[in-house]
């Protein structure tokens, strides 16, 4: 079985110096860090996105989902934020500007707070293009204390959960493999152990499974 490690995702190599965090001159403006569905399908209108990591966080399939990706009966499992001092976590940073801003955290309020469960966290994104210039940006993080957190499991046991549920965005196996599909589109440079294991998992359970655009056509 797979143990767990606090230093399963490492940034890019030799990373550069950190700087201070930098705020943007439109007061009005903010930035939105996605590291779940929002990668591939945040439904709100922005400014501006960039691919990039926060760093002191691993990404883990954690929290319970009864609405987007499971029910009540059988909740799905999705990603929330775990602290660790070795973690590094990629994503997409959204920009939201002036009446977008309210419009961007109305529907989140909605879709990841009401609905999912997560608490808001202020993070720091580093872009991929340009990790000397981070940015403050807001995060949704499931906490351990939020009722729908499932907590770890083998990663065996979360594909045979991903395998069984479905909510009302889909199927939880099409939340699994468009995740895995946004990794490899950012470069060998990202890295998510957790992620691939559940992939390989999910492979050995379905003989004929082969996460390509074909197979997220069959959920």
């Known amino acids: 079985m797979k143990q767990e490690s606090v230093a399963e995702n490492t940034p890019p190599a030799s990373p550069p110096p950190l ?19 929002l990668v591939w399908r945040p439904d709100f209108t922005y400014s501006d996105s ?8 691993s990404r883990r399939f954690w929290q319970g989902d009864t609405f987007h990706r499971g029910s009540d009966k059988m909740p799905g499992r999705v990603v929330t934020l775990l602290e660790d001092r070795e973690g590094c976590t990629w994503g997409v940073a959204y920009q939201v500007q002036g009446e977008q801003v309210n419009e961007a955290l109305k529907y ?13 966290k202020e993070v720091t994104f580093y872009p991929q293009d ?5 940015l403050k940006a ?29 909510g009302f965005s889909g199927h939880n196996l099409e939340y699994l493999l468009r ?12 890295q ?3 992620l691939a294991a559940i992939v ?13 655009e074909q197979a997220l056509a069959l959920v």
Request: proline letters at 12%; charged letters at 15%; a negative charge.
């Open 179 to 190: 995740l895995a599909d946004f990794m490899q589109l950012c470069g060998p440079q990202a």
């Open 130 to 134: 340009t990790p000397d210039q981070p």
């Open 19 to 37: 700087q201070p965090p930098q705020d943007d001159c439109d007061p009005q403006a903010l930035w939105i860090f996605g590291y779940g569905s």
């Open 50 to 57: 960039r691919v990039g990591f926060v760093r002191g966080y």
């Open 108 to 120: 989140l309020n909605v879709r990841e707070a009401v609905l999912g469960s997560y608490d808001t």
């Open 200 to 212: 390989d998992a999910v492979g050995t359970m379905l003989p004929c499974f082969c996460p390509t």
């Open 138 to 166: 807001l995060a949704y993080v499931a906490t351990p204390q939020n009722p729908g957190y499932l907590g770890p499991a083998p990663e065996e046991a979360i594909a045979t959960q991903i395998l069984a549920c479905r």
């Open 192 to 194: 998510d152990e957790h």
